[in-house]
């Protein structure tokens, strides 16, 4: 009989929990596939755009929300006078940190540099202050500024140094960039560590400079006009080096962290996602890269709790890049420190049966043992975890245009090595040419010629659209069709549209709700006998939106376009074009086939009260009510419209402007 000795159970305690967060969290595939999607999500937005926080690290936990950094184009940043590179239309800033602390700097407008002349813009103009040394930058007028222009959400509020939407699920830091290395950070680069970063990383990372984000320290005089120095991109590059190991107990801290200190509402805020990382940094740099295994998880693990609760205690915990900045200085009162130590304390006593506690790993000690074997037998589970990020992918790749094809094109044809990395990129590009150019690009000439290049044009684009999914690109199509008032066309494709919207089609609109389990089983048993790229090009359903600016938006829906982009769900829209285009014809019999059909899926989407506030679903209520109008038919069309306008909690529809206008008539 073998006696295991308690390093081999503690050996495979920390492989069996290993499988078992590869399950939960995310396997070393998974977190590729994630973090390849926002990559391709990044290059499709322009060279300035950057995601980050835990979904750009290929992390995608409960309550994470969507971050993402723009480097602003007109305005960059230079150590000293002597560094700076003459650009047309770009401000010169210059660092000034004698009166700031670590981690922060003043920025100040270069007036006088030889070759250089800029004029001020009263935009920028009212974003500066002046004072003995010139005109400074204001960060806290700078964000007023980018908040005024934020779109993301009607309540877009100020949040640390990010603009941030009114259900805090979308995060955007604008900020500066300087290209080289500064000063106070150049300790890093050579100081003693033992294998990790290597070389290679450092210089990777040094060649890709810093960012200013626009928050000053906390009680300085001069906060509105101090910066803090961003080393977010060389954090994300330190992150993707993890190995497995090393992510997942990332993932384990950030989960106790919101999922146990933050529901004790005295410690909530107390600690925050930026400190974990900083902490695993300093561990990382202090470890053998080889203690990081599947097999030494938990005793790594409980490492680092161990290091957190000595940071904690002792009120020390430095900036990994500027060691100078003390992260927890001040941050503490007697109370919350007595209360935060007792409970990580606790914590760490229990050991791995902490999480017992939690939402997301609460069922470990039933299912640790078993993952091991389910695990090898069903490798595909990965694609329910990926389903969250392609819905993200898809809802913002309506963001891009189609002049962005020829970065993609290049970095398709440079960088997509795998078939998986081919795959997401050609439905990226394919996505990219659903958007019909804006209508205001086109010259304004009148006549035969310029409406037949201008009708090949968006018809040439709207085609290779069709490769995205299984109807977004159809349902473009028969637009376009209805709005050239080809009604037959239109019609045949939507039919052929209806006929792809079988009951084995996913629709990802609704892939995250809960309740949805059986969409979710359904998935798993296709994912056993298709390819992932198949399954997102031909098996999948998404909203679809339809620009402000397009040339294929329908008459009818003008109004609900005009402010921005808007989504519809696609089984209601093929119905009402339907209607339109049998309306057109004069055909009786069919619009009203058209109209009952509108009103039945309709009425199954309002009848699920989780869904029912979606803008997809809103839209498909006004759809109904605009139908019931053009037939004349007021008190139906007046009781969808108020319906809408009911659940139109934040005004994002034009259902109370229709439903005004009703009642002015």
Not at 43 to 60: C, H, P, V
Not at 384 to 393: G, H, N, R, Y
Not at 440 to 455: T, W
Not at 525 to 531: A, Q
Request: aromatic share 12%; hydrophobic share 40%; with cysteine.
């Amino acid at each position: 009989m073998l006696i295991m000795t308690d390093r081999s159970i503690e050996t495979s305690d920390s492989v069996n929990f290993y499988n078992y967060l590869c399950k939960k969290i995310g396997s070393e595939e998974v977190v590729k596939i994630r973090r390849l999607t926002f990559l391709i999500y990044d290059i499709a937005q322009s060279d300035t755009f950057i995601s980050s926080g835990r979904k750009g690290e290929g992390l995608n936990l409960k309550g994470s929300d969507i971050d993402v950094m723009i480097v602003e184009k007109s305005m960059k940043v230079y150590e000293s006078e002597t560094d700076v590179v003459i650009e047309k239309k770009v401000a010169a800033f210059i660092m000034n940190t004698d009166d700031t602390q670590p981690c922060f700097t003043q920025l100040y407008l270069l007036t006088h540099h030889q070759n250089y002349t800029l004029k001020v813009s009263e935009l920028l103009l009212n974003m500066l202050q002046k004072n003995q040394l010139g005109s400074v930058l204001s960060s806290e007028q700078y964000k007023l500024f980018k908040m005024s222009k934020f779109e993301a959400s009607h309540n877009s509020k100020i949040h640390g140094p990010c603009v941030t939407d009114g259900d805090d699920n979308y995060d955007c830091a604008f900020c500066l960039k300087c290209d080289t290395w500064i000063f106070q950070a150049q300790p890093w680069v050579s100081r003693p560590r033992t294998a990790w970063p290597s070389p290679e990383l450092i210089s990777k990372i040094i060649s890709c400079g810093v960012l200013f984000v626009p928050i000053g320290y906390k009680g300085s005089i001069n906060e509105n006009i101090e910066w803090r120095i961003s080393f977010s991109v060389a954090e994300k590059i330190l992150i993707f080096s993890f190995s497995h190991t090393q992510l997942l107990c990332y993932a384990m801290l950030k989960i106790l962290l919101k999922e146990i200190v933050d529901k004790h509402e005295d410690l909530k805020g107390l600690l925050c996602s930026y400190f974990l990382k900083t902490l695993m940094f300093w561990i990382s740099e202090e470890t053998d890269p080889y203690a990081w295994r599947p097999d030494n998880l938990i005793p790594c693990f409980m490492a680092c709790l161990k290091r957190l609760l000595y940071c904690v205690r002792y009120s020390i915990l430095s900036h990994y890049f500027i060691p100078g900045n003390n992260l927890f200085f001040l941050r503490f009162n007697t109370h919350n420190k007595y209360k935060l130590t007792t409970i990580l304390m606790n914590l760490y006593g229990e050991g791995i049966n902490c999480f017992a506690s939690t939402d997301t790993l609460q069922d470990q000690q039933y299912q640790s043992y078993e993952i091991k074997m389910s695990l090898n037998s069903d490798n595909n589970i990965y694609l329910q975890q990926l389903m969250p990020t392609f819905c993200f992918l898809r809802n913002v790749c309506y963001d891009n245009r189609v002049n962005r094809f020829w970065k993609l094109f290049y970095d398709f044809s440079h960088h997509s090595k795998t078939n998986l990395s081919s795959g997401l990129f050609a439905l990226q590009l394919s996505a990219s040419f659903m958007l019909v150019p804006e209508a205001s690009q086109y010259p304004k000439i009148s006549g035969n010629k310029c409406h037949y290049v201008r009708y090949k044009h968006d018809l040439s684009h709207l085609m290779i659209g069709l490769h995205s999914d299984t109807v977004s690109g159809l349902l473009m199509l028969a637009s376009f069709f209805y709005v050239h008032k080809k009604y037959l066309s239109s019609l045949t494709v939507i039919a052929y549209t209806l006929k792809k919207c079988m009951a084995e089609n996913i629709y990802l609109g609704l892939f995250n709700n809960s309740k949805l389990d059986p969409i979710k089983q359904h998935v798993m048993r296709l994912v056993k006998r298709e390819k992932l790229h198949t399954i997102l090009k031909s098996l999948t359903i998404y909203s679809f939106r339809l620009e402000h600016n397009s040339s294929i938006v329908p008459q009818e829906l003008q109004q609900d376009v005009q402010r921005r982009g808007t989504i519809f769900h696609p089984l209601p829209y093929a119905h009402f074009l339907s209607f339109l285009c049998h309306y057109h014809r004069h055909d009786i019999t069919s619009y009203q086939q058209s109209l009952q059909q509108l009103v039945y899926v309709e009425w199954i989407i309002s009848d699920c009260r989780t869904f029912v506030s979606r803008p997809d679903s809103i839209n498909s209520v006004i759809m109904c009510g605009i139908a019931h109008l053009t037939l004349g038919e007021s008190y139906p069309a007046r009781r969808a419209f108020e319906c809408a306008a009911r659940l139109d909690k934040y005004n994002e529809t034009s259902a109370a402007s229709r439903l005004f206008s009703f009642i002015g008539c």
